[in-house]
C-alpha cells in the first residue's frame, strides 16, 4: 500500500448535521452504466491479473448436500493483499488494455464499492449491519480526476481450525465451476453517473449464469479477430510468451505481470452469493446498498441447518435496487452531495488527502497528506494524453461470454 504521512493540515470537518445546510440535487440516481473492463487475481509468485478474466460460473447443487465451515485463508481486500505497491495499478491496466484510447479526463472520481458504502454509512449508520466503525480513505488528485484508495487495517485473515466463521466459501467452492485457471478472484470495473458526477467502479464479482437461451458460437473468422485484436495490444507492451500458456506482459517500471486470458460476461449476468443460517433469514436491506452501487442484478441468499445447504434459486432483484433507490431519495441526495464537497475541498489540495471517520468524534476530517503516489509514474501520461504512443488506435474487441464480439466501454 501506498504510505501516506498525515500532516497537522486540518482541510474541514464535516458532520451529519452540516449536510443538511448543503444543496442537494433535486434526484439522485444511478444513470449511463457502461461496462469498462474486468480481471482476475492469479495464484503466483509475483502479482499476476488475468484480463479481461472471467467470474465463476454458477452451477448450483442439484440436490441438498452437508458441507465442512470455513477455513484458511480470507481476503478483506485481495487487490492491496496481493499488490500492497499499488491496490489501484491492475484497475487501470485492465482499463487501457480494453480501451486504449480511454479518456480518464472525463472521469471525476475512481474508487471502489467499498469506499462508497463507507461514506453512506456515515450518512446513516443504519445501513450497515455491525453499525458504523472508524475508517480512512486516501486520496489522490490529478486534473480533474480524484482517487479513492481504500485502506484497512488488515487486507486477510486466517481462519483457524477450530473458529467458526460460517460456510460462505466453501459453498461458493461447491457451488461454481473457475473459469480461469489459478484464479483467485474476479473484479469488475464499471462508470455511470451519480449526482452529476462521473465515476468510475471497481467491485468483485462473485458469480454469473449462463444465458437462458442456447449459447452462440462465434465463427473461426470472428475469434480470430478478437483473439488478434487483444494480442496485438498485449504485444506493443513487449509481450512474452509460451505455446503452453498465455500471453504475458509486464509494463515497464511496474511488477504486475498481466495475462491475456478470459472473455466479458455482461454485467445483466452476474450475481452476488450470500449465506446464512436457516432461522435469520436474510434481508434485501442488509445487502442492497452493494449492489446497487455495483448495480449487480441477481441474489442467492443460501439457507443452512446445520450445515446442510437447500437447493438454491437465483432471483433478480434489479427492480427491487431501482425501488430502494427510489425509496431512499433523502440519503441519496446527500450521498451525492458529500461526494461533491468532497471533492471540491481536496481538489484546493492537488495531491493527497485523507479522509477519516473516528466513532468517538462522529465527525468526516479531511486532513492534507504526503506520500508515494497511488499509481506507477507511466499511467499518469493518461491525463495529458488520450492514449500514448504505444497505443494502437483501435478499440480492443474481446470474446464475450455468450459467443457476440463485443467492444470494451460499449454499454451492456
Not at 112 to 135: A, C, E, H, M, Q
Not at 212 to 234: A, F, G, H, K, V
Not at 297 to 320: G, N, W
Amino acid at each position: 500500500m501506498p504510505t501516506l504521512t498525515i500532516t497537522s493540515t486540518t482541510i474541514a470537518q464535516i458532520s451529519r448535521l452540516d449536510l443538511q445546510d448543503l444543496n442537494t440535487p433535486s434526484l439522485a440516481s444511478i444513470t449511463d452504466v457502461k461496462h469498462l473492463s474486468s480481471y482476475n487475481w492469479i495464484e503466483a509468485p509475483t502479482p499476476t491479473i488475468a484480463v479481461p478474466g472471467c467470474p465463476p460460473l454458477w452451477s448450483a447443487l442439484k440436490v441438498p448436500k452437508r458441507l465442512q465451515k470455513d477455513s484458511s485463508l480470507i481476503y478483506i481486500t485481495q487487490n492491496a493483499a496481493r499488490h500492497p505497491d499499488s491496490p489501484l495499478e491492475p484497475l487501470f491496466r485492465a482499463l487501457y488494455i480494453a480501451s486504449p484510447l480511454y479518456d480518464i479526463r472525463s472521469i471525476n472520481i475512481v474508487t471502489d464499492r467499498n469506499n462508497i458504502r463507507k461514506l453512506l454509512s456515515f450518512i446513516n449508520p443504519g445501513s450497515t449491519r455491525n453499525g458504523l466503525d472508524t475508517f480512512t480513505i486516501n486520496i489522490e488528485t490529478t486534473k480533474n480526476t480524484t482517487i479513492f484508495c481504500r485502506e484497512e487495517a488488515t487486507t486477510h485473515e486466517l481462519i483457524g481450525p477450530q473458529e467458526f466463521r460460517g460456510y460462505s466459501h466453501e459453498f461458493e467452492k461447491a457451488n461454481t465451476t473457475n473459469q480461469i485457471s489459478g484464479s483467485t478472484g474476479h473484479h469488475r470495473i464499471i462508470s455511470y453517473r451519480f449526482g452529476d458526477l462521473s465515476f468510475i467502479i471497481r467491485h468483485k464479482t462473485d458469480r454469473y449464469i449462463k444465458l437462458d437461451t442456447n449459447t452462440i458460437i462465434p465463427s473461426p473468422n470472428s475469434q480470430e479477430r478478437e483473439n488478434d485484436s487483444l494480442s496485438n495490444l498485449l504485444k506493443s507492451l513487449s509481450l512474452s510468451s509460451s505455446t503452453n500458456s498465455p500471453p504475458t506482459t509486464t509494463p515497464a517500471g511496474s511488477r504486475l505481470t498481466i495475462r491475456e486470458e478470459g472473455q466479458v460476461v455482461p454485467l445483466e449476468l452476474t450475481m452476488e452469493l450470500k449465506t446464512r443460517v436457516s432461522h435469520k433469514p436474510l434481508q434485501l436491506r442488509e445487502v442492497v446498498l452493494q449492489l446497487w452501487i455495483s448495480q449487480t442484478p441477481k441474489l442467492v441468499r443460501a439457507y443452512y441447518t446445520k450445515s446442510k445447504f437447500q437447493v438454491l434459486e437465483v432471483k433478480d432483484i434489479a427492480v427491487q435496487v431501482k425501488r430502494w433507490e427510489e425509496g431512499n431519495q433523502n440519503n441519496l441526495r446527500k450521498l451525492a452531495t458529500l461526494i461533491s464537497k468532497i471533492l471540491q475541498l481536496v481538489k484546493g489540495y492537488n495531491g493527497h488527502t485523507t479522509i477519516k471517520y473516528n466513532n468517538k468524534g462522529d465527525k468526516l476530517v479531511i486532513r492534507k497528506a504526503d506520500g508515494d503516489t497511488i499509481l506507477p509514474q507511466d499511467l499518469y501520461s493518461k491525463w495529458d494524453n488520450m492514449g500514448n504512443s504505444e497505443d494502437t488506435g483501435t478499440e480492443s474487441t474481446i470474446k464475450h461470454v455468450d459467443g457476440v464480439e463485443t467492444k470494451e466501454g460499449s454499454k451492456m
